[in-house]
């Protein structure tokens, strides 16, 4: 069974960056897309970005702010998260899948997620 561990949350400030990981924690294949989601307490989860075999997403809200990048020797996902607002607070997981098009149901091994919080 192939599962991601996401690592790098934190407590910041408005303004401050974070980076965060997602690291296999086992035996992986090298699946064609790896995606980051948040959930927020009483929202839905959200895809937040994801990289593909020839494609590359960012959600609205973080374009120009958060840079996505994948080491498939190392297998892990990164994302590098700055100009941090407090709306990006949220438990933040990776999961995979075939492409970064596919249905939200389909990406799987999610991991347990890394608590992001933005404040003062």
């Known amino acids: 069974q192939v599962q991601f561990v996401e690592s790098g949350g934190g407590l910041v400030q408005p303004g401050g960056s974070l980076r965060l990981s997602c690291a296999a924690s086992?035996?992986?294949?090298?699946?064609?897309?790896i995606g980051w989601f948040r959930q927020a307490p009483g929202k839905e989860r959200e895809a937040v970005s994801c990289?593909?075999?020839?494609?590359?997403f960012y959600t609205d809200s973080v374009k120009g702010r958060f840079t996505i990048s994948r080491n498939n020797a190392k297998n892990t996902l990164y994302l590098q998260m700055n100009s941090l607002k407090p709306e990006d607070t949220a438990i933040y997981y990776c999961?995979?899948?075939?492409?970064?098009?596919?249905?939200?149901?389909?990406?799987?091994?999610w991991g347990q997620g890394t608590q992001v919080t933005v404040s003062s």
């Open positions: 086992g035996f992986t294949l090298d699946y064609g897309a």
């Open positions: 990289i593909g075999r020839s494609d590359t």
């Open positions: 999961a995979v899948s075939e492409n970064c098009w596919d249905p939200f149901d389909t990406f799987h091994s």
